[in-house]
C-alpha cells in the first residue's frame, strides 16, 4: 500500500509542500514509455501541510473534504483518490480509496458522494466503503496523505477493492499523481 509514503521521512513529505513523491516501481506505475506528470492538489478545506478541521475527522462530521488539483494529462480517462496514513502504529493505513471519477472531474465538493461523478468507492480500512476520516490514537500526530491520480483508462476494479486492489488496476495506467498533506490529532 503505498510504498513511496512510507519510504520518505515526514520531514521530507511536509518540506515537499503538496509535489508528488517518487513513484514505485509496480505501484501506480505509468505506461510503458510514458513519464509521470504532476498534478498540484489543493483543498479549501484546510492548507498544504496544516491541520486538517475537526469536522473532516472521526471527532467531527467524518466527512471528507473538498479536494481540486490543476488540469491532468492530455489522455486522462479516468481519476482515482486513496488516501493514507503512513504513521499508523500498523503501518500505513487507508482512510479513502475511490477510483473511476470521470475525466472531466477537476475538483471534489466536502462530503461528495463520488458515485454522482460515475465514481467507485472501494474499502478504506475501517472495513467500510467510502470516506473515514483522520483517527489517530490519543495525543499523536498523524500526517495524511491525499492522492490524486490521473488514468489513461477507467480501472477493471469492483467496488469495494482495496488500496492494494486499485493500485494492481492502476499499474501501467497512471499519467500523473500529486498529494496533499495534511495532519491532525486528538
Same mark, same amino acid.
Request: charged fraction near 10%.
Given at each position: 500500500m503505498l510504498?513511496?509514503?512510507?519510504?520518505?521521512? @515526514?520531514?521530507?513529505?511536509? &518540506?515537499c509542500n %503538496?509535489?508528488?513523491?517518487?513513484?514505485? /516501481?509496480?505501484?501506480?506505475?505509468?505506461p510503458p514509455g510514458v513519464t509521470l506528470e504532476k498534478l498540484t492538489v489543493t483543498s479549501k478545506s484546510f492548507p498544504s501541510n496544516g491541520q486538517i478541521p475537526v469536522d473532516y475527522t472521526c471527532d467531527g462530521a467524518d466527512k471528507?473534504?473538498?479536494?481540486?488539483?490543476?488540469?491532468?494529462?492530455?489522455?486522462?480517462?479516468?481519476?482515482?483518490?486513496? @488516501?493514507?496514513?503512513?504513521? &499508523?502504529?500498523? %503501518?500505513d493505513f487507508i482512510h479513502w480509496v /475511490?477510483?473511476?471519477?470521470?475525466?472531466?472531474?477537476?475538483?471534489?465538493?466536502?462530503?461528495?458522494?463520488?458515485?454522482?461523478?460515475?465514481?467507485?468507492?472501494?474499502?478504506?480500512?475501517?472495513n467500510r466503503q467510502g470516506y473515514a476520516g483522520p483517527c489517530p490514537p490519543k495525543m499523536?500526530?498523524?500526517?495524511?496523505?491525499?492522492?490524486?491520480f490521473a488514468l489513461d483508462a477507467p480501472v477493471a476494479a469492483q467496488a469495494g477493492a482495496s488500496a492494494d486492489d486499485l493500485e494492481s488496476a492502476m499499474s501501467g495506467h497512471v499519467l500523473g499523481e500529486g498529494i496533499l498533506v495534511g495532519n491532525f490529532s486528538h
Open positions: 510504498p513511496h509514503v512510507r519510504w520518505l521521512p @515526514v520531514a521530507a513529505v511536509l &518540506a %503538496g509535489c508528488t513523491p517518487p513513484t514505485a /516501481a509496480g505501484h501506480a506505475s505509468p471528507s473534504p473538498q479536494l481540486t488539483w490543476s488540469a491532468p494529462p492530455s489522455g486522462t480517462k479516468a481519476f482515482a483518490i486513496i @488516501v493514507d496514513d503512513p504513521d &499508523a502504529p500498523g %503501518g /475511490a477510483f473511476n471519477l470521470r475525466a472531466d472531474t477537476s475538483s471534489l465538493p466536502e462530503a461528495v458522494d463520488v458515485s454522482q461523478l460515475d465514481g467507485v468507492s472501494g474499502t478504506n480500512g475501517f499523536e500526530l498523524h500526517n495524511y496523505a491525499f492522492h490524486v
